[in-house]
């Protein structure tokens, strides 16, 4: 006659099969733990309101738009300003545990950078460019977008390095 797994024929079948059952309610406890963090991890940090709101701002970006727009879109000054040969660079901070500050060493605001190269390279900061017009030239989300948005097109990376130095 068959019996089901949980009927016991002796004490050490029923010690090995509490052991089974204790270990799989263990690791279903452990296994909702994990899968709970992990929903709080994604849904929680990088899909709250703020950082919401801030990548529709990102993708809301247009070029041709005045720095007032921008400022009105991002609600803000700039984190970070500098230039780069005619243009103006701004960078703005997403909202976030991962984004980075900027270095101790980064030259302060409103520096003129000989080289493209040398533009500051900071994870998660969007990176505008505005020509001498004011109006926003190029721009990219550095680490989180595929493309640097510009004028002249799409180019792939994520920084306004990618551009050739004389599109700025």
């Known amino acids: 006659m068959l019996r089901a797994f949980w009927t016991f024929d002796t004490r050490e079948t029923m010690k090995i099969t509490r052991k089974i059952k204790l270990t799989m309610l263990v690791g279903g406890f452990v296994s909702c733990a994990i899968l709970s963090l992990g929903y709080y991890l994604t849904e929680g940090l990088a899909l709250s309101s ?10 809301a970006l247009r070029i041709g738009m ?11 000054t700039p984190d970070y300003a500098c230039r780069f040969s005619k243009s103006e660079i701004w960078y703005y901070r997403a909202p976030g545990w991962f984004t980075r500050a900027f ?9 003129l950078y000989q080289n493209i ?3 500051p390279d900071v994870y998660d900061h969007v990176q ?4 001498s017009n004011s109006q926003l030239t190029a721009f990219t989300w550095i680490g989180e977008s595929y493309t640097v948005e510009s004028g002249s ?4 990376g994520s920084h306004l390095k990618n551009l050739k130095p004389d599109s700025l």
């Open 50 to 59: 703020a950082g919401r709101n801030f990548y529709r701002n990102y993708k």
């Open 66 to 76: 005045s720095k007032t727009e921008v400022q009105v879109l991002f609600g803000n």
């Open 103 to 111: 270095p101790e060493n980064t030259p302060e605001r409103g520096t």
């Open 117 to 119: 190269a040398d533009l």
């Open 128 to 131: 505008l460019a505005f020509d």
């Open 153 to 156: 097109g799409s180019v792939k």
